[in-house]
């Protein structure tokens, strides 16, 4: 962000005034469009310039454009050609105000709007020439430096542009071709396409952007880029024009400038790209490059190879055979003269190494099928940056790189132990051959098929086999110590190295599944042998899981038939039977004379018998009386009151007077508990007859030695009290008998309940 001048900076002593001075740019913009082009920018008797024209905007002390001077700056440039959107003289540091110097009336350019994409432009500066050009290339170094470099922008100024354009053209043509852009690509550079770090704005192509400038800069400009080159080929004897302009973009805000390279632009020879291994295309070993320098118009040539001239050699072309910086002089006359320069690297070829792959052949005829891919890894060997080699018939194919073999994953030998030839070629397109010998191996081995266990819990004879562990340790002690052995569905795939099975590998076919292993050293084959694989199941008889109850205090024995190999249970036992005195899941895994197990899972839950906490009964109710049995418990119960009828409730309702045995049964098999209760009433009548049924009013039961009860008439006079265990009242009182009616009475039971109700005499 722009700082104005503080009060520090006005109060800088004369002492550093002339030092500070030094490390700015200078800046004469009174100088004419001729002399800056013809001798600042060109400055070279072989340019042949003419129509030089400029536009821009004539301040009242200066133009737009003019000569600066960085000598004894840390600027990039000694001297140069400035360009700018506004006063070219205000491009003079420190970076201490905003430079918004066009008025609105100085307008812009189309041609650069339509060079660089954007429109709106305003202030445009542009510098014209024409040129006809003696060699193949023309070039020139600038720096773009603007205002629109902000260290804190606000996020809407990050779309914003100033923009500049060097464009060129036949002078008989009508298109132009910016050359300003980004190195090897078709961006303009602008703001928005060349722009560091370190802002909300986003960077790009920030290789080619300098700095944000502080306060301190030989320039008054917030950023600018790296030195940057605008080139092109041209056509010698063909007149050009070139058009340099800037502008900038929306308004007339924040200035830019761009800075041309005194001397800088040049008119060369162009001897090609150079052949470096750092940009990928260096020469290989025992491999020319003809350097063509011809140009009609030129009197003379001479060349150079590390600034050395090399004698006798003074024709247009020069054939290179060695590493260097290689530089040609076009003379076209006595004071002029194009140069051009080009540096030459040379790569190593790869060394590939000689090589067998051994294929395996079932028949012993010496043909099979090879994947000349495994080969790959033994021929490139400890080469470094190269590509998978590629195979070939004659060594003349393979040095031609020409007829490479068809298919390298499925190759038919056509001669025993055939030799083919492997090209192996590195990044730069050098490369070495060597021989690979095709052989073959017929080593065959009689295998045991193998017995594997079902270890699924649906015995179906379909698994997962760990090939790894349970084929492969039995398999290779047939073999050689080092070796390794990948599995195929077929002899076929086996021989192409195609579908390897994974391990575990389920089986497809139940019960039975013949697989092929090849043997290998990880490149050649030393056999492909059918593996057979049994799949046994184990399904015994009586095997399912039980739950089984353990009553209090008691042991359980639970076990499976004494008919296996063998017997491991989870608390550590090994026999068919065991006994246990706690609850739990047990497990026994039982194993055959295959070696195949299976389990069966004992869930042993506690039980026992119920003990009753209370008894809840609610008599002298008629037909209403309940029973409610209160208990505890590990078991699970069915409750009665008369032994023979049972139900899962302890409640029992409608229960008639009498004495009755709670029983609680165990349905887990545990012992039963027992209680005898009685449920009261009282009768509703009696019949004082003397005929022995019914002559005496009692509660039947009752035994109850401290309960009474007393007898009353209609209106409440107290005839009789009687005990819980006499004979009762006989229906008399005082000796004569009571006529027949209705009679009150009044029950005081031992647990304090009073008991009220009235009953009917009878006669």
Request: charged share 15%.
């Amino acid at each position: 962000m722009k700082f104005a001048k503080n009060i520090a900076i006005l109060l800088l002593t004369i002492t550093f005034t002339q030092s500070n001075h030094a490390q700015y740019i200078l800046v004469d913009d009174n100088r004419t469009v001729e002399d800056l082009v013809e001798n600042i920018l060109i400055n070279s008797s072989c340019a042949n310039v003419s129509n030089i024209s400029v536009s821009g905007w004539a301040f009242t002390s200066g133009n737009s454009y003019g000569f600066f001077n960085a000598s004894g700056t840390s600027f990039p440039f000694e001297d140069g050609v400035i360009i700018s959107t506004g006063r070219a003289a205000s491009a003079v540091g420190p970076n201490g105000n905003l430079l918004s110097e066009g008025p609105t009336n100085w307008l812009g350019d189309n041609d650069l709007q339509n060079a660089i994409n954007e429109n709106n432009t305003i202030n445009a500066t542009v510098i014209e020439f024409d040129f006809l050009p003696f060699a193949n290339k023309v070039s020139f170094d600038y720096i773009f430096s603007s205002e629109q470099y902000l260290s804190n922008p606000s996020p809407n100024q990050c779309n914003f542009s100033d923009g500049f354009a060097f464009l060129l053209k036949e002078a008989s043509s009508s298109e132009y071709t910016n050359l300003a852009v980004v190195p090897n690509t078709n961006i303009p550079v602008k703001i928005t396409t060349v722009r560091g770090q370190g802002t909300i704005c986003p960077p790009a192509n920030e290789e080619y952007f300098d700095a944000f400038n502080g306060f301190e800069h030989p320039t008054n400009y917030n950023g600018q880029t790296k030195i940057l080159k605008a080139e092109s080929n041209v056509t010698p004897g063909v007149l050009y024009h070139i058009k340099l302009v800037i502008a900038d973009q929306g308004n007339n805000l924040y200035d830019s400038s761009i800075f041309l390279g005194g001397g800088s632009f040049t008119i060369e020879t162009d001897l090609g790209e150079d052949r470096l291994i750092a940009t990928g295309n260096p020469l290989c070993p025992d491999e020319t490059l003809l350097l063509n320098a011809t140009n009609s118009t030129a009197v003379g040539y001479k060349w150079f190879r590390n600034t050395i001239e090399i004698i006798g050699e003074t024709g247009p072309t020069l054939l290179v055979d060695d590493f260097g910086i290689y530089k040609v002089e076009v003379i076209f006359n006595p004071t002029c003269s194009s140069f051009g320069e080009i540096e030459i690297e040379y790569s190593t070829n790869p060394v590939p190494n000689d090589t067998t792959l051994t294929q395996c052949d079932s028949d012993g005829d010496g043909f099979a099928l090879f994947n000349l891919n495994d080969a790959n890894n033994d021929v490139i060997g400890s080469n470094t940056n190269v590509g998978s080699p590629f195979y070939y018939l004659t060594q003349a194919d393979a040095e031609n790189a020409q007829n490479p073999i068809a298919n390298f994953s499925s190759f038919q030998n056509t001669v025993v132990n055939q030799v083919i030839y492997a090209r192996l070629q590195n990044n730069f397109g050098c490369f070495g051959i060597s021989e690979v010998t095709l052989s073959t191996s017929n080593n065959t081995v009689a295998i045991t098929p193998f017995a594997i266990c079902d270890g699924d819990v649906e015995q179906n004879g379909i698994t997962a086999i760990d090939l790894n562990n349970e084929i492969s340790p039995t398999l290779l002690s047939n073999f050689t110590p080092g070796l390794v052995v990948n599995y195929y569905p077929t002899e076929g795939d086996a021989q192409l190295q195609v579908n390897q099975i994974a391990s575990p590998y389920i089986n497809l076919t139940a019960f039975q599944e013949i697989i092929f292993a090849r043997i290998t050293d990880g490149v050649s084959c030393f056999g492909i042998i059918p593996i057979t694989i049994n799949i046994n199941t184990f399904v015994p008889t009586n095997f399912e899981n039980e739950t089984l109850f353990l009553c209090e205090n008691e042991s359980l024995i639970i076990g499976v038939d004494a008919i296996f190999e063998s017997y491991v249970w989870n608390n550590g036992e090994t026999t068919p039977e065991i006994v246990v005195n706690q609850p739990g899941t047990y497990i026994v895994t039982v194993t055959n004379t295959e070696g195949c197990t299976a389990q069966k899972t004992f869930i042993v839950t506690a039980s026992g018998p119920a003990t009753i906490t209370s008894i809840n009964i609610k008599d002298f109710a008629e037909s209403n009386n309940t029973v409610e049995i209160n208990y505890t418990g590990l078991g699970n119960y069915v409750f009665s009151l008369d032994g023979s009828f049972f139900q899962n409730s302890p409640i029992f309702t409608n229960v008639s007077a009498g004495e009755y045995t709670i029983t609680i049964n165990d349905l887990n098999g545990c012992e039963a508990t027992f209680e005898t209760i009685i449920v009261l009433d009282y009768p509703k009548f009696f019949t004082p007859n003397g005929d022995g049924i019914n002559d005496y009013w009692k509660i039947e039961n009752l035994n109850q030695p401290a309960a009474k009860i007393y007898i009353f008439n209609r209106y409440g006079k107290f005839l009789k009290q009687i005990g819980s265990n006499g004979l009762g009242w006989d229906g008399n009182f005082s000796g004569s008998p009571m006529q027949a009616s209705d009679y009150w009475f009044t029950l005081y039971l031992e647990d304090g309940r009073i008991i009220k109700g009235h009953f009917t005499l009878k006669r």
